[in-house]
Nanobody
Framework: QVQLVESGGGLVQAGGSLRLSCVAS????????MAWFRQPPGKEREFVAA????????YYADSVKGRFTISRDNAKITVYLQMNSLKPEDTAVYYC????????????????WGQGTQVTVSS
């Protein structure tokens, strides 16, 4: 059982930046593909970005490409989401997730989830 704990959310003005972190509970973290999802108010959870187990390959939703960067540090059992040029439409609860089979865009593919961290972008 892998436990994931997100941090780094908050309130920021449009155009600003935030860095989210997600710390895992186990060293087996390095065997998992990791991703960030978000759930805007009143909407379904959506894929944001994913990173392969080695960190060598990354994937992004079109809506965040060029503004967000996902990375991981397996020695620190942590995955990050650097968010720049934030927009009001980025407002959501952000979740990190772990996938033992690789990565994917569908939430159902992921085995473990964090509790979420709120990101609010004001206009």
């Amino acid at each position: 059982q892998v436990q994931l704990v997100e941090s780094g959310g908050g309130l920021v003005q449009a155009g600003g930046s935030l860095r989210l972190s997600c710390v895992a509970s186990e060293r087996t973290f390095s065997n998992y593909g990791m991703a960030w999802f978000r759930q805007p108010p009143g909407k379904e959870r959506e894929f944001v970005a994913a990173v392969s187990w080695s960190g060598g390959t990354t994937y992004y939703a079109d809506s965040v490409k060029g503004r967000f960067t996902i990375s991981r540090d397996n020695a620190k059992i942590t995955v990050y989401l650097q968010m720049n040029s934030l927009k009001p439409e980025d407002t959501a609860v952000y979740y990190c997730a772990a996938d033992s089979t690789g990565w994917g865009k569908a939430p159902v593919q992921y085995d473990y989830w964090g509790q979420g961290t709120q990101v609010t972008v004001s206009s």
